[in-house]
């Protein structure tokens, strides 16, 4: 089924939305002819689902209550281009996962005809609206979203129905130490407590103390302050400036411009460093090419003296 331009358009208000809603009592029309049950074994996960983690003692639940009640909302998919019989999932890798340990044979699908983009943005608008992914997934989800279909943190916040801080802030999540994130992906820390520890020099030290003494955000939030204090000593002596409120928003502005993460490392001097960071070769090619473009550009100063940007 083509997905119309008002389905489209109604993207941002998730899965429900699009297929009228998600509860078999309230099925549309619409969701009733396209709805059917295939056999298990022609549906394949989505290699850009942002969820990686599946918890096994969830899938149990789910596959008890499966086992009792049978699966009460459809997994959406789309056809797999140029192969007879395939199914792409959109949203509802869960509970394939779970059907397929109860031993099912069939399951109840809706497909959809939607492109790579949109099939990523359906499945990040229902996992963040279930709250089904963790602060990393969720990242990496609008990451994949600017960097490999170029949308900037404006079209990536009305796609999700958040604000254009929230995907921000939670980008740079992905700027944390392996550790600390090894600490997010097994749910030892909250969203709250990493965004404490993003820009904090000692994100690790930190993040093992709030494991292992079990600290609340509120008591992270005093130790970050400390930790702040001592920074401003610390730029007495070594020159190196800790990241105020306008270095923080020049660094998400050069990432939306460029979908890529970068960090500024500005120092009391006047100089500094900027890093941006890569994850593929043709991303680096990228920014390869939009240097050696040489576009026009003009000052855009800070009033407050801080870093400026130079941009097209």
């Not at 990686?52 to 008890?64: K, P």
């Not at 600390?180 to 904090?200: C, D, E, F, P, W």
């Not at 411009?257 to 006047?270: F, P, Q, T, Y």
Request: without cysteine; charged residues 30%.
């Amino acid at each position: 089924m083509a997905m119309p331009d008002e389905g489209r358009s109604r993207l941002g208000r998730g899965l429900a939305a699009l297929m009228g809603d998600v509860g078999p009592a309230t099925a549309t029309p619409e969701r009733a002819r396209n709805q059917r049950r295939v056999p298990i074994e022609y549906l394949r996960p989505n290699p850009r689902n942002p969820r990686r983690h599946f918890s096994d003692a969830e899938l149990d639940d789910l596959a008890a209550s499966i086992k009792e009640r049978g699966i009460i909302q459809p997994v959406v998919v789309r056809p797999v281009a140029g192969a007879k019989d395939a199914y792409e999932i959109i949203a509802g890798e869960r509970r394939w996962r779970a059907a397929q340990r109860v031993g099912l044979h069939e399951i109840p699908i809706v497909p959809f005809e939607v492109s790579d983009s949109e099939a990523l943005e359906l499945a990040i608008i229902e996992n963040v609206q279930r709250t089904d992914l963790n602060p990393l997934e969720e990242a990496g989800g609008y990451q994949a979203l600017a960097s490999e279909f170029d949308h900037s943190h404006d079209d990536i916040a009305k796609i999700v129905g958040k604000s254009r801080s929230h995907i921000a802030n939670t980008m740079r999540l992905l700027n944390l130490p392996e550790r600390v994130k090894a600490y997010i992906n097994s749910g030892k820390l909250t969203a709250g407590h990493a965004r404490m520890l993003v820009g904090q020099p000692n994100a690790e030290e930190l993040a093992d103390q709030i494991v292992n003494q079990g600290l609340n955000v509120r008591q992270v939030e005093a130790m970050a302050r400390k930790s702040g204090r001592g920074q401003a000593r610390e730029t007495k002596r070594t020159g190196r400036l800790g990241k105020d409120a306008d270095t923080e928003a020049l660094e998400n502005r050069l990432t939306n411009a460029l979908g890529l993460l970068v960090s500024i490392d500005h120092r009391a001097n006047g100089g500094g460093m900027l890093q941006v960071r890569y994850r593929t070769l043709e991303q680096l090619d990228d920014v390869v090419r939009r240097l050696e473009s040489g576009p026009a550009i003009e000052d855009d100063a800070d009033s407050s003296g801080g870093p400026r940007i130079r941009r097209t």
